[in-house]
């Protein structure tokens, strides 16, 4: 007896089987869009049916319980797309963003204004660095353009002295400006 319940049972699953496979593969795809998944969820949710066939009340609908299955089976399959496109979106948002901010900052950026303050915070820093006669020996020469022998004659010392004095502060100002030097030889080198 207990052999022809087996039969029974699995004659049951058979025909549960043949009759509702292509129409729970059918809804399947029209969620999850991919027949071989949709083929998958629906062997797993008729192998879910079979293996706990035995917990199951005698009067179990056998097709609803294969459908609930095939439900949660897409429900969570669906649930993962989501929260991994949340995460490509994210992703793609932060991005985004780290773009606009590079454009927003490159087109807001001046460079010769840049350039031009940090190039004279460093001369003003390094003549502000220098002896007092020598400074003001090498603003003479370079801010009011005089010559040497203008220089010599205005402050009673040698023209020697006057090139002395420059050519130690163009010594400070390289230093200073060693990664600026072709600005600064542009500038003060004349």
């Not at 009340?57 to 179990?60: K, Q, V």
């Not at 460079?111 to 940090?118: A, R, T, V």
């Not at 205005?154 to 002295?161: G, N």
């Given at each position: 007896?207990?052999c022809l319940d087996?039969?029974d049972?699995?004659?049951?699953?058979?025909?549960?089987?043949?009759?509702?496979r292509?129409?729970?593969i059918k809804?399947a795809?029209?969620y999850?869009?991919?027949?071989?998944?949709?083929e998958?969820?629906?062997?797993?949710s008729?192998?879910a049916?079979?293996?706990n066939r035995?917990?199951l009340?005698?009067?179990?609908n056998i097709?609803a319980y294969i459908l609930v299955s095939?439900?949660?089976k897409c429900?969570?399959?669906?649930?993962h797309?989501r929260?991994r496109?949340?995460v490509?979106?994210n992703?793609k948002?932060?991005y985004?963003w780290?773009?606009?901010?590079?454009?927003t900052s490159l087109?807001?950026?001046n460079?010769?204004?840049?350039?031009?303050?940090?190039v004279h915070r460093?001369?003003?820093?390094?003549?502000?660095?220098l002896p007092?006669?020598?400074r003001?020996i090498?603003?003479?020469s370079?801010m009011?353009s005089l010559?040497n022998?203008?220089?010599?004659e205005?402050?009673?010392?040698?023209?020697?002295?006057v090139?002395?004095h420059?050519s130690?502060?163009?010594?400070?100002?390289?230093?200073?400006?060693?990664?600026?030097l072709?600005?600064?030889?542009y500038f003060?080198?004349?």
């Open positions: 007896m207990e087996k039969i049972v699995f004659s049951t699953f058979d025909k549960v089987y043949q009759k509702y292509e129409p729970f809804l795809i029209s999850v869009g991919d027949r071989s998944i949709a998958d969820f629906v062997t797993d008729f192998v049916y079979w293996e035995g917990k009340p005698a009067d179990t097709p095939l439900k949660n429900l969570t399959h669906l649930t797309l929260k496109q949340e490509i979106d992703i948002n932060q985004q780290e773009l606009d901010f590079k454009i087109e807001a950026c460079p010769q204004e840049i350039f031009s303050k940090e460093l001369v003003n820093d390094a003549i502000r660095s007092e006669k020598t003001e090498f603003l003479l370079r009011e010559t022998r203008e220089i010599s205005r402050l009673d010392i040698s023209i020697k002295t090139e002395f420059v130690k502060a163009l010594k400070v100002l390289r230093i200073a400006l060693k990664d600026y072709l600005v600064f030889f003060f080198v004349k």
